[in-house]
């Protein structure tokens, strides 16, 4: 953690706060370090446009963010003070706006993606032309950087021994939230030539989109409400977690995401319950770590997830010769649309496309299905997820990218290929979330709804079903794919290995 300010060291007149994946108030390490450091503080948020111009105009991720902002505002203005929210590139916002109101320093929590360190680099550059500090804190992780490194000194590539130093680290230090609203009183009123209530998402170009409808929570009232709703059902995580039709996981990715929840607050609530033997809320901890393990892998390794030239982790799985040309993108397409034939596939597809979520048991499903059954680059799928997730987070969906295709941070052999029709039977038995998401497929009995083209034609019948018209044949036999993608894979074995 950085170093704490002294109460009476207020080094400057007036600071800046830049919001940014950290949408809250509480327990937010650079509001309070700004707090701390100026007599004044003025905040800001700025919907930039290196990031939204190249979204889809319906983006429920956009939408999250301006119903948190709108939040944000109202209780920065119950504390004095309130919050800025401009739509520019921030790289050029910023630098004007800390000169328009005459602050001294800019405080914001660190982003470690490489396009944000090289905003933050640019804005660096930039404020320092102008004589003003850029202050940066580390808030989106437990751990980050250079935090957990191994004996020698060097950041760990393989998650196991990862999370036993991490664990063997963590103490209450590390946990212990920040106590912004003590300091309260150094917010300062947004001034009136730059007030104005936080844009509409017509002003900024978007459209409304099915998040009210959906039901998904936003601002810290939200993230709040959802931690509650689940710490009553924690000590069954473990257990439900990999069934998509039941509800075990937490739902908080796009709160941790754009940080209307404090990962500390989450981390530590777990730590304390698995200390106290809640299988549980170790098992859901390991999660939080697994974040943690990305975060640090992307700020070692950059070149893992580097716009369209994202490399293996391990450079040898660059060999492998991806299925391309014209039948490869029928292929994709089949998948994007949920029709390849495998139907927990083309469920979890359509769960994506129509809400932006998808369950973490399927994400790794579809992922094999894409590289292992149609043998196409994990950089298509991972592209995809990127404009689809509500949750989508650059380390994490890189690093799951990577793990499903065996190319990254991962101590298990390259074979490991899902079978789509046993996943279902195990993790969806009778059907359910295959039901909800496929409503044409309701009326199959038993085992055949995991694989329709095996019914009897009676069943077939009888669930109003024709196979290639209501519902497709399989796009790939798994066995032959399998076979194939063993060959394919040869040319890593035979490929020397990185001395990492």
């Not at 279902?424 to 979330?433: I, V």
């Not at 794919?481 to 290995?497: C, I």
Request: aromatic fraction near 10%.
């Amino acid at each position: 953690m950085p170093p704490i300010l002294l109460a009476v060291d207020k080094i400057y007149p007036k600071g800046l706060m830049w919001f940014r994946r950290d949408l809250r108030i509480d327990d937010n390490a650079a509001l309070y370090q700004a707090l701390r450091a100026c007599r004044q503080v003025v905040c800001v948020f700025v919907f930039d446009r290196a990031i939204l111009d190249p979204l889809p105009r319906a983006d429920r991720r956009v939408e999250f963010i301006r119903e948190s902002l709108v939040e944000l505002d109202a209780q920065l203005c119950a504390l004095g003070g309130g919050l800025i929210v401009r739509h520019a590139l921030a790289e050029d916002e910023i630098a004007s706006l800390a000169r328009a109101l005459d602050v001294q320093a800019v405080f914001a929590n660190r982003d470690d993606e490489p396009d944000a360190l090289d905003r933050d680099a640019r804005v660096l550059g930039a404020l320092a032309n102008a004589g003003i500090a850029f202050h940066t804190y580390k808030d989106h992780a437990v751990f980050d950087r250079d935090e957990v490194l191994t004996q020698v000194g060097q950041p760990y590539t393989v998650f196991t021994p990862y999370k036993r130093a991490w664990l063997a680290k963590l103490d209450a230090f590390y946990l212990k939230p920040y106590p912004v609203r003590s300091h309260a009183d150094a917010l300062a009123a947004v001034p009136e030539t730059f007030r104005a209530p936080v844009p509409s998402l017509a002003e900024i170009g978007f459209e409304k989109t099915n998040l009210a409808e959906l039901e998904i929570p936003t601002g810290s009232q939200g993230g709040a409400a959802l931690f509650d709703e689940f710490i009553q059902r924690i000590g069954r995580y473990a257990a439900a977690r990999d069934f998509p039709a039941v509800r075990g996981p937490s739902y908080l990715g796009v709160h941790l995401r754009f940080g209307t929840v404090s990962v500390r607050q989450l981390a530590a609530a777990a730590h304390e319950w698995s200390r106290e033997g809640d299988a549980g809320a170790a098992s859901w901890l390991g999660e939080l770590i697994w974040r943690d393990f990305f975060l640090q892998i992307l700020a070692h390794h950059p070149q893992v997830a580097s716009g369209g030239k994202s490399r293996s982790f391990r450079p040898e799985y660059d060999r492998i010769q991806w299925h391309h040309g014209k039948h490869a993108d029928m292929l994709f397409d089949a998948w994007c649309r949920g029709c390849t034939g495998y139907p927990l596939v083309d469920a979890a597809m359509a769960q994506i496309n129509q809400t932006g979520y998808m369950h973490n048991r399927l994400r790794m499903v579809v992922a094999s299905f894409l590289c292992k059954d149609l043998g196409i680059d994990w950089r298509r799928g991972e592209r995809y997820f990127a404009i689809h997730l509500n949750d989508f987070e650059l380390a994490s969906n890189n690093g799951n990218w990577q793990w499903a295709s065996s190319s990254g941070c991962d101590a298990q052999p390259y074979f490991r290929i899902f079978n789509p029709v046993t996943q279902s039977e195990k993790f969806d038995p009778e059907g359910k979330f295959i039901r909800r998401y496929l409503p044409q497929l309701a009326k199959l009995p038993g085992a055949a709804i995991h694989a329709p083209w095996k019914a009897t034609p009676l069943e077939l019948e009888a669930a109003g079903i024709r196979l290639g018209e209501d519902y497709p044949r399989p796009i790939v036999d798994h066995a032959e794919a399998r076979e194939r993608t063993l060959q394919r894979y040869a040319v890593v074995k035979e490929a020397p290995r990185d001395p990492r």
